[in-house]
């Protein structure tokens, strides 16, 4: 049974990070992870939900400021 993943997660709970040094996404498996790889996870994101990699950088950009209370 396949399950559709793109209504899983609320957009309004979605945030994404890069904080695992040994766990890099793909195409990058096997190298050391840093902050600069956040978009890949970002367009995974936009893939599953089916929606644009400006829309997952808008909500998620909105999530974390509601989040973590930034002005």
Same mark, same amino acid.
């Given at each position: %049974?396949? %399950? &559709? +993943?793109?209504? %899983?997660?609320? /957009?309004?709970?979605? *945030? $994404?990070?890069?904080?695992? #040094?040994? *766990?890099? #996404?793909?195409? +990058?498996?096997?190298?050391? /992870?840093? #902050?600069? /790889?956040? =978009?890949?996870?970002?367009? &995974? @994101?936009?893939? @599953? =939900?089916?929606?644009? *990699? !400006?829309? @997952?950088?808008? $909500?998620?950009? !909105?999530?974390? =400021?509601?989040?973590?209370?930034? &002005?």
């Amino acid at each position: %049974m396949q %399950m &559709k +993943l793109s209504g %899983m997660v609320p /957009n309004e709970r979605i *945030l $994404i990070e890069t904080d695992s #040094p040994y *766990l890099s #996404p793909e195409p +990058l498996r096997g190298r050391r /992870n840093d #902050p600069r /790889n956040v =978009k890949f996870i970002a367009q &995974k @994101v936009a893939d @599953v =939900k089916q929606i644009s *990699l !400006e829309a @997952v950088a808008q $909500i998620t950009y !909105e999530n974390a =400021k509601r989040i973590f209370d930034i &002005k």
